[in-house]
């Protein structure tokens, strides 16, 4: 995202900065690139960084006091609890641009605890799937059971199979049963795990603090 956001500004070529022009980067508004970097929720760039360098011949190099100026200025607007819990509910990693502000002090902790929040909602909502998931499977494994044991008892009532036959099909049969009731039998504790998920889910959601901070939802964000 970054990277887009500075060859825009930049009008570099598919090569990157190495055809960008001195004056090209010296026009450039360096802290309105880091503004936009920062409220998009992007790590700082360095003057490492390729799409940043603009260091060809010309000697043309970005102005990162005001370029680190603008991102500082961005991610404050970035770090507010409504995008800590769109964060957290995303389920993306808690490792966040906005505990490395200002040489690693946090901008706050509104963030964090709405991160948590929304980081909790998304775990009990991923644990109401998996737990619906798992009947869906039990149910469809139920479904091929009873329709194996059908096909034995097809085989089982034709008249020219031997004796040896008859006692595998047999023998398949009683292990397909034992195992369709093991299977039935699941899906009692399943089910009532799934009814314990969807309680927790809907309890969590109506007690759940309202977001709040002034949210800028940008798309492709990295946190």
Known sequence: MRHVTILLWLTASVAGCAG???????????????????????????????????????????????????WRDGIEKFCTPA?????????????????????????????????????????????????????????????????????VDMSLSAFDISSDERADLL?????????RVRVERSLSTLVAEKQRADEALASYRTNLPEASGGAVRPSNASY
């Not at 450039?28 to 998009?40: K, Q």
């Not at 200002?102 to 998304?122: H, I, K, N």
């Not at 023998?171 to 195992?179: D, S, T």
């Open 20 to 70: 960008v022009s001195k004056q090209a980067c010296l026009d450039a508004d360096w802290r309105s690139i880091g503004y936009r970097d920062g409220v998009n929720g992007e790590p700082a760039a360095t003057s490492t960084d390729p799409f940043l360098g603009c260091r060809d011949k010309t000697g043309g190099g970005p102005d990162m006091t005001a370029y680190l100026a603008g």
């Open 83 to 151: 995008n800590g819990f769109a964060a957290g509910s995303r389920g993306v990693a808690g490792d966040s641009v906005c505990g490395r502000v200002d040489g690693g002090a946090a901008t706050g902790d509104p963030f964090f605890s709405a991160y948590q929040d929304g980081r909790r909602l998304f775990d009990l909502e991923t644990a109401a799937v998996a737990a619906d998931r798992r009947i869906g499977d039990a149910q469809s494994d139920v479904w091929t059971i009873k329709q194996r044991i059908a096909e």
């Open 171 to 179: 023998a398949e049969r009683r292990a397909l049963v034992e195992e």
